[in-house]
């Protein structure tokens, strides 16, 4: 299998190492990755500023593999290389993108703000079935752990999925590993939920007196129903929650029929 890793840590993460490390030996793997840190940037991509390719010599010596560096953001590093750097030339489109594994959860709504998520949309918006793979911050376990869960689950979790036509749906898939894993954990297909944040923005004051502010603040999660990712990872069990691109409101649309 050619599979396509990115993420919106930046190509040094930890959670890119721990998947090449584990899929290198059995599949062919390309890193496009940003050159640093872009956590919260979403499906942006860059229209003005040039997009510098490096190729990235940590990862290339030690595995053996391609690893590109680009400074652009975490779609831009997919749609690059995709449409500009292979130029989506047949034979060497991945058969899968792996965004991750990104330092820290992407449930509910953070999937409106996640880098990680947008790299991955980007490549499904490219036709191309597409994992966003997170791990809760500061979890009982590491990444090389859930790196090997998803090279073991990546056939089931690719198996083919045919619509009413019989034509092969591509999928874009949401995987939230939890802080702890139940002693029974499973993989759980599941809805998005809702998470906000508590004190998301602090105020402070710069040496020079202008007022700045930065954002943090602690995930709320209440409110969700046991069917919803928030819900499942706060059980201990892995989340997995099918996204897709329409964000048509089909009730609306449907009562506004013939107004």
Not at 1 to 16: E, P, T, V
Not at 22 to 43: F, M, N, R, T, W
Not at 151 to 173: F, H, I, N, T, Y
Not at 179 to 207: F, H, I, T
Request: glycine letters at 8%; charged letters at 25%.
């Amino acid at each position: 299998m050619r599979i396509l890793i990115s993420n919106d840590d930046g190509i040094q993460s930890r959670g890119i190492e721990a998947l090449v490390k584990v899929l290198c030996h059995d599949h062919e793997v390309i890193v496009a990755a940003p050159a640093g840190q872009q956590s919260a940037k979403a499906h942006a991509i860059t229209v003005r500023d040039r997009l510098y390719v490096e190729h990235y010599q940590p990862l290339e010596k030690q595995y053996g593999i391609q690893a590109l560096s680009i400074a652009g953001t975490p779609a831009d590093t997919v749609k690059l290389y995709l449409e500009g750097i292979i130029r989506r030339e047949k034979a060497l489109m991945p058969d899968v993108v792996i965004s991750g594994i990104n330092d820290g959860s992407n449930l509910g709504t953070d999937i409106l703000y996640s880098g990680t998520v947008g790299a991955a949309t980007e490549g499904f918006v490219q036709g191309v079935d597409s994992l966003a793979v997170s791990l809760e911050y500061n979890a009982g376990y590491e990444f090389d752990f859930v790196a090997k869960c998803v090279a073991d689950k990546l056939p089931e979790l690719l198996a083919g999925r045919e619509d009413e036509s019989g034509r092969q749906v591509r999928q874009l898939l949401n995987i939230n590993f939890p802080q702890q894993l139940a002693p029974d954990y499973k993989w759980v297909w599941c809805r998005q939920g809702v998470r906000d944040y508590c004190n998301a923005y602090e105020r402070q004051q710069a040496e020079d007196g202008r007022i700045f502010y930065t954002v943090g603040g602690t995930p709320l999660v209440t409110g969700n129903s046991q069917d919803t990712d928030v819900a499942v990872t706060c059980r201990g069990d892995i989340a997995i929650t099918p996204l897709k691109l329409d964000k048509t409101d089909f009730s609306v649309l449907q009562s506004r029929a013939g107004v």
